[in-house]
């Protein structure tokens, strides 16, 4: 329907602007935290222990972090809250709108698993909730005190989420669900630990009572935790425009490979800000992400990139490429289409004549051979053959 197009784009244009707001603010803060300085001693006499100063939009900022608070809370305190909120508040609609009411089209692929809509929105909710508990429940145990051992659960963690996600649904909806995975981590430090630890701290000094030291290092632990989180977070927000990752035989692997070497990355920026400059994390980076590029797509150029016709095979002729791609494809890319999920052409691909075709040929092409994410969930059944026979044509009239 028109309208939940609609809605749909208000909501993830919202939301990718509440999630700019909230990542943005991570970023800053752990820049800030990273980057303060000993202060002078007159600051310090007033329980400052950290001083910076920047510039920007032209002025100069004073920014000052207290061992454990002011003399008195100011009247205006900013919280930075509702950044987090909003964005989990917004990315949950989406899900619901997008993979839970549109299951059929989105989340369910029964050539993986065969599931009712109803078993479907029960398991993806019981993956992001389960998933979210056990990770708040190793966080108050004693894993917590060791980053490495912590970080080696949370790996483990993810990559059970994801194969197990990738053995119930469609490539596309597994990878939305482990970005709701950590997004609802992400939004629960924020509810469950950062909000709490902030609240009795700023009571503590309004009631001039002592603040406890371990309630800021807790929230602290959490927003470090965010922080690493951020890249994997937004790689998966950004997944579904590339089929060659989600539809991989290893989309998991996949999934995780590309998490690890973002937060890897991240980490060199968290030491930077902490004037430790280690460019061989970001090569090291830099190298595992080419790799994994490798590891994904090379084979399908080795095997695609040859002329696929030998001499003496029989040449594929336009009239049967048109004869399936009308078999297969113009049911959605229509401009007016019979199935029923997309009253409009989706993209605004339509096939109906040659001509709309032709134009669009090299994306035809790898979406059904390379990538072989079209037709859509395959719903309409398109066989092997079928695609090498498009795949021959297409190369056949390359020049
Ligand atoms: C069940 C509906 C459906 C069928 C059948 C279908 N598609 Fe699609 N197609 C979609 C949707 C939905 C999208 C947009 C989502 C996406 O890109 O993942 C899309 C996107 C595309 C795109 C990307 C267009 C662009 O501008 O980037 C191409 C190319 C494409 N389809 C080709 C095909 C071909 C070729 C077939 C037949 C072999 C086919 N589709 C069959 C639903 C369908």
Same mark, same amino acid.
Request: overall charge positive.
């Given at each position: 329907m028109v309208w939940m197009d609609w809605v749909s784009l208000f909501i993830r244009w919202f939301h990718v602007i509440a999630?700019?707001?909230?990542?943005?603010?991570?970023?800053?803060?752990i820049w800030l935290d990273n980057n303060l300085q000993q202060p002078p001693e007159w600051k310090k006499n007033k329980g400052i222990k950290g001083d910076l100063w920047a510039v920007h939009g032209g002025g100069f900022y004073e920014v000052a972090k207290y061992q454990y608070g002011p003399e008195k809370i100011p009247e205006t305190l900013h919280w930075f809250k509702w950044e987090a909120y909003t964005t989990w508040i917004s990315g949950f609609s989406l899900l619901i709108l997008v993979y839970y009411f549109g299951a059929s089209a989105f989340l369910i692929d029964p050539n993986i698993m065969e599931l009712t809509q109803s078993q479907a929105v029960l398991m993806g909710l019981g993956l992001i909730f389960g998933g979210m508990l056990m990770y708040e429940v190793a966080c108050?145990?004693?894993?917590? #005190?060791?980053?490495?051992? !912590?970080?080696?659960?949370? *790996? $483990?963690?993810?990559? &059970? %989420?994801?194969?197990?996600?990738?053995? =119930?649904?469609?490539?596309?909806?597994?990878?939305?669900?482990?970005?709701?995975?950590?997004?609802?981590?992400?939004?629960?430090?924020?509810?469950?630990?950062i909000m709490p630890s902030q609240r009795a701290m700023v009571d503590a000094v309004k009631n001039k009572q002592e603040v406890d030291p371990s309630w800021g290092e807790k929230a602290k632990l959490r927003s470090v935790h965010?922080?690493?989180?951020?890249?994997?977070?937004?790689?998966?927000?950004?997944?579904?425009?590339?089929?060659?990752?989600?539809?991989?035989?290893?989309?998991?692997?996949?999934?995780?490979?590309?998490?690890?070497?973002?937060?890897?990355?991240?980490?060199?920026?968290?030491? #930077?800000?902490?004037?430790? !400059?280690?460019?061989?994390? *970001? $090569?090291?980076?830099? &190298? %595992?992400?080419?790799?994994?590029?490798? =590891?994904?797509?090379?084979?399908?150029?080795?095997?695609?990139?040859?002329?696929?016709?030998?001499?003496?095979?029989?040449?594929?002729?336009?009239?049967?490429?048109?004869?399936?791609?009308?078999?297969?494809?113009?049911?959605?890319?229509?401009?007016?289409p019979t199935d029923p999920m997309f009253p409009s052409p989706p993209l605004g691909l339509v096939m109906d004549d040659w001509k709309d075709v032709e134009n669009k040929l090299s994306v035809i092409y790898q979406r059904v051979f390379v990538t072989r994410d079209m037709p859509f969930l395959n719903k309409t059944q398109m066989t092997n053959e079928e695609r090498k026979l498009v795949a021959d044509w297409y190369l056949q009239n390359l020049n």
């Open positions: 999630g700019v707001a909230w990542i943005g603010a991570s970023f800053y803060f108050r145990s004693p894993l917590a #005190k060791s980053p490495l051992l !912590f970080a080696i659960f949370l *790996l $483990i963690l993810l990559t &059970v %989420a994801a194969w197990l996600a990738t053995q =119930w649904f469609s490539g596309r909806g597994a990878y939305i669900h482990i970005g709701a995975l950590i997004g609802t981590i992400m939004v629960a430090n924020v509810f469950l630990q965010n922080n690493y989180l951020t890249l994997p977070i937004l790689f998966i927000m950004i997944s579904n425009h590339y089929p060659m990752t989600y539809l991989h035989e290893q989309n998991w692997l996949v999934l995780i490979a590309l998490c690890v070497v973002s937060a890897w990355i991240r980490h060199f920026f968290n030491l #930077k800000h902490l004037g430790v !400059f280690k460019p061989s994390i *970001l $090569i090291s980076g830099a &190298v %595992a992400m080419l790799a994994i590029a490798i =590891w994904v797509s090379a084979p399908n150029i080795l095997t695609t990139s040859e002329p696929q016709t030998k001499q003496g095979t029989e040449l594929v002729s336009q009239s049967q490429v048109k004869q399936v791609l009308d078999s297969h494809c113009v049911s959605c890319h229509s401009k007016t």
